[in-house]
């Protein structure tokens, strides 16, 4: 069955400290992954796909099909960071996309 | 351009009650999702169109969900009758077409309680 698991609901990291919000996927298939953000008060967005291989805002994300994660990462965090994060999973078969629960980011001043 | 739209944003009524939210997608796109996402889950799709087609309604509650895209733009969904565990956020959002190259544009929601 396909998955995304988000393990963290809150991260909470010091402004200009590493950041790494964490996402596991189960799926048989070649899968494609995105990140999804919702700050405060604004709609649901697109952040990054993996597909694009781009950075966006600072933020990374690899795919690792060993360990079927999809972690997204930025060097140094900035306050305007802080918002709603989704993992979300696509299969190959059809344009269905699956959502993690999420995990909340909040930067500390 | 302009994003989608949809209304209304609020939405209270008791179980058993009916409601309609409605959608209107970015102009020119052909498919559109209606998603829920109950408190502390990621957004659920319900169903998919292609513009007046339905792609993908697995997931919709068909005994008490519908949802309608008559003219291939707008697009309706209905819950008849509600009930407490109804209570989530409705999500529409819009794309140039199904694939997932493109990206899909998410409207502000209705949020809707039932009590």
């Known amino acids: 069955a396909q998955r995304v698991t988000q393990p963290e609901k809150l991260l909470s990291v010091f402004k200009g400290a590493p950041v790494e919000l964490k996402c596991n996927y189960s799926y048989s298939g070649s899968p494609e992954l995105f990140w999804y953000v919702q700050y405060s008060r604004q709609r649901l967005q697109l952040l990054l796909r993996h597909i694009s291989r781009e950075s966006i805002k600072g933020f990374t994300a690899d795919l690792n099909k060993g360990e079927t994660s999809f972690h997204l990462k930025k060097p140094f965090a900035q306050e305007e960071d802080s918002a709603m994060y989704y993992c979300?999973?696509?299969?190959?078969?059809?344009?269905?996309?699956?959502f993690g629960k999420g995990t909340r980011l909040h930067i500390l001043p | 351009e302009a994003g989608v739209a949809q209304s209304p944003r609020y939405k209270i009524i008791e179980k058993r009650q009916s409601v309609a939210f409605w959608c209107n997608p970015i102009?020119?796109?052909?498919?559109l999702y209606w998603y829920q996402q109950i408190l502390g889950q990621g957004p659920k799709l319900l169903i998919q169109f292609q513009n007046n087609g339905v792609v993908d309604d697995s997931q919709l509650p068909k005994d008490r969900f519908s949802a309608e895209r008559l003219k291939g733009v707008d697009s309706t969904l209905k819950i008849q009758p509600a009930k407490l565990e109804d209570s989530a956020v409705y999500l529409c959002?819009?794309?140039?077409?199904?694939?997932?190259?493109?990206?899909?544009?998410f409207g502000p929601g209705t949020r809707l309680t039932v009590t």
């Open positions: 959002a819009s794309s140039l077409a199904g694939s997932l190259y493109y990206e899909q544009y």
């Open positions: 979300a999973l696509s299969g190959s078969q059809d344009d269905k996309i699956i």
């Open positions: 102009s020119g796109h052909a498919t």
